[in-house]
């Protein structure tokens, strides 16, 4: 059974590494003001579909936040992605907008989906830079108590944008 499945997994690879449309990167923040400080660390990994302009990926994010008020709290979400890139602006630059959605995986007390725009910079050949600037969606959180709150979410954050590197395959 285990050959099975080992022969199944190195057949999958070998089909969507044939045509070399992979990226690996990920993400680096903190945020640090007089009543909290945070830091996160979010890994991605994407496969682009060929001679189309969508994307599949899945970014899992770690991270953690110190307050005055509550001490220290941990999370951990796992946030999968649909990538349609909207437009090409030179040979440098493209818009994307991301159908995102978070899910809290260590307490099950937050889930989000909604859209979330961006801009890519080709660095080189397989080298890009990203950055996400707001998310407009659905966001539902359970509190310590047990209370649910939901909201639809309208955010465009100019101040503290998301920013990523990539490597492309």
Not at 25 to 53: H, M, Q, R, V
Not at 121 to 136: D, R, V
Not at 157 to 162: G, K, L, N, R
């Amino acid at each position: 059974m285990k050959k099975l499945f080992l022969v199944i997994a190195l057949a999958f690879i070998g089909v969507f590494s044939a045509q070399a449309q992979w990226y690996i990167g990920g993400s680096l923040n903190a945020n640090i003001n007089k009543e909290s400080k945070s830091f996160s660390i979010a890994p991605d990994l994407g496969y682009c579909i060929p001679n189309t302009p969508f994307s599949i990926a899945c970014a899992i994010e770690y991270g953690g936040e110190f307050a005055k008020d509550e001490g220290f709290a941990n999370f951990l979400t796992v946030t999968p992605y649909f990538r349609y890139d909207v437009c090409e602006i030179g040979e440098r630059f493209s818009l994307f907008m991301d159908l995102v959605s978070d899910i809290d995986v260590l307490k099950f007390s937050f889930f989000d989906i909604g859209i979330a725009p961006g801009i890519s910079l080709n660095l080189t050949e397989h080298w890009s830079a990203e950055f996400s600037l707001g998310f407009m969606g659905y966001e539902r959180e359970i509190d310590a108590e047990g209370k649910i709150d939901q909201n639809f979410v309208l955010g465009f954050e100019t101040v503290a944008p998301s920013f990523g590197i990539y490597y492309n395959f």
